[in-house]
């Protein structure tokens, strides 16, 4: 007998609802949500966003990665009302409006740096944010590992997701110690 198992944070129709209005991939958004609706859930589901991916909806894949105002953010931990007045960014801002990948996307495809691609929405985003943050870029094999250090891979064995760190920071002129 199959068992279905609810979401830990499945919107029921007594919530509390808020409105909210943000800026999702450049465009402003303004919706009507249930305090307790993941932001996670609201990209996908809400605004259709599917390119952000949900793994163990706990904080430790790091699947569900965008970058909030900037920075790097897991949005299964966050509440879509706690992202009122944000900036979001997803996998699906990154690449140019004509296809082009961006560099990391691109340095990924070179390295052959994903198999099943599950995690890979997430690695970009991780990359792309701490890309855009850092000053000095750290390209030896501790300070790439460590940049990747917020998220999982279960196919790839993690080297050519390196590797792939490596080729994008080269693909962008951005040298560093390593
Ligand atoms: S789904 Fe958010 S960290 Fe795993
Ligand atoms: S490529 Fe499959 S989980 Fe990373």
Redo the contacts with the bound molecule.
Sequence with gaps: MSRRIAPVLAERSDDPRRAINLTVNGEAVTRDVSTRLLL?DFLRHDLRLTGT?????????????VLIDGHSA????TLAVQADGSAIRTIESVAADDGTLHPVQRAFKECHALQCGFCTP?FVMSIVSHFEEAGTLDLSEDGVREMLSGN?CRCTGYQNIVAAVRRAAELMGRGGKG
Excluded: A, D, N, P
């Excluded at 793994?55 to 990665?65: F, I, K, L, R, Y």
């Excluded at 897991?74 to 931990?77: A, D, M, Q, T």
């Design positions: 996670s991916h949900v793994g163990c909806e706990h904080g430790v894949c790091g699947c569900c990665t897991r949005s299964c931990l997430g999982l």
